[in-house]
């Protein structure tokens, strides 16, 4: 996430619209956006693994492109149509945490760029994006253990621990997003013989169900999806910035079209303390 924050920002320097802040110029910088960010995750991930970069390949998709280029292998259909729908279910989601920050930086009547670094700098951050990562961590950890999963689990709760990929602000019954993710979860898991991804999950989302009355969310299945994708755990959270990118940039367009600054009040509520003056002397 640092390193996809600072490259962004950068990308500026280098867009032709930089200094254009009209409708048509930002929609522009947009696209450009939306297929730069998913490259940057990419050509990280080969960077530091001392692998070279690979080359975009015009007959693919979007997602086809960034699986393509991040494991350097074209991808199955199914693959390929899995992470389309991931990132079609992670593109928006009304106004979380780091949309308001783009729209907050964008009200000011910045530029698009300052915007989409300020929201990849609210994302990084553990209480909004991060908790996919979590998940797979905790599968990781059943897997390497030979645990059983719902003792597992059952074992977190007794000790007050929170379980990841559960529960939602916005949601009280299930989070339509992970319907589609369980399926793919599963679907990938059977595909690439690896199954026991999906079947850990699985047993997971029915004892925590059962135990708190609590549904998966977005971040429950999608941490098999990716991992059976061939991505890295921590690019979970840069994957989720590939997706949102479409979001974060419509949400600027909008508010840049009729702009109005987005400027909260605040009430204090602090001591009060004695308003007569004291001359310095006296201090």
């Known amino acids: 996430m640092d390193v996809l924050r600072t490259a962004v920002s ?43 970069l690979v080359e975009a390949d015009r007959s693919l998709s979007h997602s086809g492109n960034f699986l393509l280029q991040l494991t350097g292998s074209k991808p199955s259909a199914t693959a390929e149509r899995a992470l389309d729908i991931a990132l079609i279910l992670h593109a928006d989601h009304e106004l979380n945490a780091s949309t308001f920050a783009a729209r907050v930086t964008a009200a000011t009547l910045s530029d698009m760029h300052s915007a989409i670094t300020s929201a990849i700098g609210a994302l990084k951050g ?8 979590a998940v797979f961590r905790i599968l990781e950890t059943i897997d390497r253990e ?9 074992n977190l709760l007794a000790q007050k621990k929170k379980v990841p990929g559960f529960g939602h602000r916005v949601y009280h019954t299930e989070d339509p997003r992970a319907t589609h993710l369980r399926v793919m979860s ?51 959270t840069p994957v989720f910035a590939v997706s949102r990118i479409s979001g974060w940039a419509a949400h600027v367009i909008e508010q840049l079209d009729d702009n109005r600054l ?16 004291v ?4 201090r």
């Open 126 to 133: 553990p209480l909004h994006g991060g908790a996919n990562e």
């Open 10 to 52: 950068a990308l500026a320097f280098y867009d032709a619209d930089e200094k254009n802040n009209d409708h048509d110029a930002n929609v522009r910088k947009a696209i450009r956006l939306t297929s730069q960010i998913a490259m940057i995750v990419a050509a990280y991930d080969r960077i530091r693994k001392d692998k070279p």
């Open 186 to 236: 599963r679907d990938l898991g059977r595909s690439s013989g690896q199954p026991q991804w999906y079947e850990m999950s699985e047993k997971i989302e029915q004892f925590v169900k059962a135990e708190k009355k609590l549904n998966a969310n977005v971040d429950f299945y999608s941490a098999s999806t990716y991992h059976l994708l061939g991505i890295d755990e921590d690019l979970f």
């Open 262 to 277: 987005i400027r909260p009040r605040a009430e204090y509520l602090g001591p009060t303390y004695p308003n007569h003056y």
């Open 146 to 154: 030979k645990a059983d999963p719902v003792e597992y689990v059952r």
């Open 279 to 282: 001359a310095i002397g006296k």
